[in-house]
Antibody
């Protein structure tokens, strides 16, 4: 069964950092991308960044530049997302999602949609 | 920054056709994906690359795109289709991936 399993809920103080893990089971991560998306309480989905596991290229939303880092954990068949300098506005549910990659005629990797999602990790930032 | 614009809400009666739009300047050249999210659950991919449907998604879901607008259509909407729907795409430089603001679909 193909699934992504995320680490458990976190409670952090403002200014702290958090690392959320996303581990794949039922398949090997290498030929996909992993996206990170968050959802604040009562709000919509917000794209944070992704990593192309074929090229190891990363892309981050400008909103989180300098605060977010996505890394691979090859031994655990997983990907981690670290968010630093936390503030109350970072309180949200954080999701990882797998995106199938297809190489087009121009040698460019195209995403084919986020087809498998983790269960979500709740982060609460409060003093 | 790049934005995708969706109507906040759409309401239909069971069996009617629901159409949810997503507007963005780059959509003539960039694909849109659509996600369904029910309360308290992770999103589910229902349409990718404007028109393609994952095998597990019912045939009543379809997608189209024309000019700067992508559209998700649900033919014969069911009560079970009540959810928030989000479009997703990127700007022309591929530097800004973004979700639309979401549309709450009510079927009653």
């Amino acid at each position: 069964q193909v699934q992504l399993v995320q680490s458990g809920a976190e409670v952090k103080k403002p200014g702290a950092s958090v690392k959320i893990s996303c581990k794949a089971s039922g398949y090997t991560l290498t030929n996909f991308a992993i996206q990170w998306v968050r959802q604040a309480p009562g709000q919509g989905l917000e794209w944070m960044g992704w990593i192309n596991l074929v090229t190891n290229k990363r892309k981050y939303s400008e909103k989180f530049q300098g605060r977010v880092t996505i890394t691979t954990d090859t031994s655990a068949n997983g990907v981690d997302m670290e968010l630093t300098n936390l503030r109350s506005e970072d309180t949200a549910v954080y999701f990882c999602a797998r995106e199938v990659l297809e190489l087009d005629a121009g040698g460019h990797y195209e995403g084919l949609g986020m087809d498998v999602w983790g269960q979500g990790t709740t982060l609460t930032v409060s003093s | 920054s790049y934005e995708l614009t969706q109507p906040p809400s759409v309401s239909v009666s069971p069996g009617q056709t629901a159409r949810i739009t997503c507007s963005g300047d780059a959509l003539p050249k960039k694909y849109a994906d659509w996600y369904q999210q029910k309360s308290g659950q992770a999103p589910v991919l229902v349409i990718y690359e404007d028109t393609k449907r994952p095998s597990e998604i019912p045939e009543r879901f379809s997608g189209s795109s024309s000019g700067t607008t992508a559209t998700l259509t649900i033919d014969g909407a069911q009560v079970d289709d009540e959810a928030d729907y989000y479009c997703y795409s990127t700007d022309i430089t591929e530097n800004h991936e973004v979700f639309g603001g979401g549309t709450r679909l009510t079927v009653l």
